[in-house]
C-alpha cells in the first residue's frame, strides 16, 4: 500500500465491500431463478450457489470493475457532511497559509465559561487568511493558539502550508483565538495532525474516509437548502435591528424546537417598534448553545411571528455575550457596527471588522 494515494487507498478499502455486495444481489438473483419446489432440491444446489458466488467475487477483482466508487464517495459525502456539523457550531472558521510559527508552548487556558484552568500544548501560528467561511476577523493577517497541534504527519505545519482553521475567543486570555486546523493538500484533501497520508480520520466503522474542502463546501449547501445547516453568525443576517436582553426561562417545544424568554434591557444597534420578548430556536445535532439562565444575550429583529417573537433558523450559541463581549463577531457590544453592516435587506456580517 506503500506509495498509493489516499484516494487509491481509499478505493481499494472499499473496492472488496461493493464486490462483495454486487456478487451476493447476483448470487441472490440467480438463487430465486433456479429456486426448486422442494427443500431437499435447494440444498443440492446451495453448494453450486456458492461457487458460483464465489466465482463471480473472483471475476470482479480480476476485472478491476469497480461497484465501490459509489459506496467509497457516498461514505466521504457522509464524513464530509458530519465535519461540516462540527465546524459550523465553531465561533470562527476560515482557510489561510501558514506565514509564522511564533511560539511552541504548554500555556494554561480554562473554558470559555472562565471556571477552571486547563493547561494545552499550542502552536501560535500566524496566517495570512484568503477565505473566511464563517465569522469576522481584524485583519487578513491573523494568529491563532492551535490546540495540540503539534504536528501533522509528525512534524509541525511548515511555513507555506495551507490549512482550514476553526477557532473561538478564549475569555481568560483577552479573547485571544484558540483552536484547530486540518491541512489542505494540493488535490484538496484534508489532512489531519499525525495522519498517514491523504486521509481524514473520523470516528466510525470507516474511519479513513478521504475528504476534500471541495466536498466540505458541497455539504453546506446540501444542509442549508435542507434547514438543516447554518453557521453561527446566521443569527444575526437580515435582522433590522438588535437589542439586548437577560434570558430568564427556557422549555422545549414538540415541533422540535425551544422557547428562550428574554427580559430587554435596551437597543445596541438600531431600534424597532417593540422589542421581542422570546426566541423559537431550533434543536439541532449541530447547535450546542452554552446560553443559560441569566446569560445576556443580544435578541435579533427578524422573522417575528404574530406573537412578536423571533423565529430563529440559527443556532443561539452566537447571539451569546460574556463579559460585554461578542465572542461569535469578535467585537464587543459597544463595537457592533464594525463587524454588522446595516443595508435594504437588513443586517449583514463582515468577514473583516471595519476599523475604527
Not at 484538496?188 to 463546501?217: A, C, H, I, Y
Request: proline residues 4%.
Amino acid at each position: 500500500m506503500k506509495g498509493r494515494s489516499g484516494a487509491d487507498r481509499q478505493l481499494i478499502a472499499f473496492a472488496p465491500l461493493g464486490q462483495l455486495r454486487l456478487a451476493r444481489q447476483l448470487g441472490q438473483t440467480l438463487l430465486r431463478k433456479m429456486a426448486p419446489t422442494k427443500s431437499e432440491a435447494r440444498d443440492t444446489l446451495r453448494p453450486l450457489i456458492t461457487l458460483a458466488w464465489w466465482a463471480i467475487v473472483l471475476v470482479l477483482a480480476a476485472l478491476g470493475l469497480t461497484p465501490s466508487v459509489s459506496v467509497a464517495s457516498s461514505a466521504a459525502d457522509s464524513a464530509a457532511g458530519r465535519f461540516f456539523d462540527f465546524i459550523s457550531s465553531q465561533e470562527l472558521v476560515f482557510t489561510g497559509t501558514v506565514v509564522a510559527i511564533v511560539s511552541n508552548n504548554n500555556r494554561a487556558t480554562v473554558g470559555g465559561a472562565c471556571m477552571g484552568s486547563t493547561f494545552y500544548d499550542v502552536l501560535d501560528t500566524r496566517l495570512a487568511v484568503d477565505a473566511i467561511w464563517s465569522g469576522a476577523i481584524d485583519d487578513s493577517l491573523v494568529e491563532v493558539s492551535l490546540i495540540g497541534q503539534d504536528g501533522f504527519g509528525g512534524q509541525m505545519p511548515d511555513v507555506g502550508a495551507r490549512l482550514l482553521v476553526w477557532a473561538e475567543r478564549e475569555c481568560s486570555d483577552s479573547w485571544r483565538l484558540y483552536g484547530s486546523a486540518v491541512k489542505i493538500e494540493h488535490d484538496g484533501s484534508l489532512t489531519p495532525r499525525d495522519s498517514d497520508g491523504g486521509t481524514f480520520r473520523l470516528p466510525g466503522p470507516r474511519p479513513r474516509q478521504v475528504v476534500t474542502v471541495d466536498m466540505v463546501k458541497s455539504a453546506e449547501t446540501r444542509r442549508r437548502a435542507a434547514g438543516t445547516g447554518s453557521w453561527l453568525v446566521d443569527a444575526f443576517a437580515g435582522a433590522s435591528a438588535l437589542g439586548l436582553g437577560v434570558l430568564r426561562g427556557a422549555a422545549y417545544r414538540d415541533d422540535g424546537t425551544s422557547t428562550m424568554a428574554c427580559d430587554s434591557v435596551a437597543w445596541v444597534l438600531g431600534s424597532a417598534a417593540t422589542m421581542p420578548s422570546a426566541l423559537i430556536c431550533p434543536r439541532r445535532d449541530d447547535c450546542a448553545s452554552q446560553l443559560a439562565i441569566g446569560d445576556t444575550l443580544l435578541i435579533p429583529v427578524v422573522n417575528l411571528d404574530v406573537t412578536g417573537r423571533v423565529q430563529l433558523s440559527a443556532c443561539s450559541e452566537g447571539l451569546r455575550v460574556s463579559g460585554g463581549f461578542v465572542p461569535a463577531l469578535g467585537v464587543s457590544v459597544g463595537g457592533l457596527d464594525r463587524a454588522l453592516a446595516q443595508s435594504h435587506t437588513g443586517l449583514r456580517v463582515r468577514p473583516v471588522l471595519a476599523k475604527k
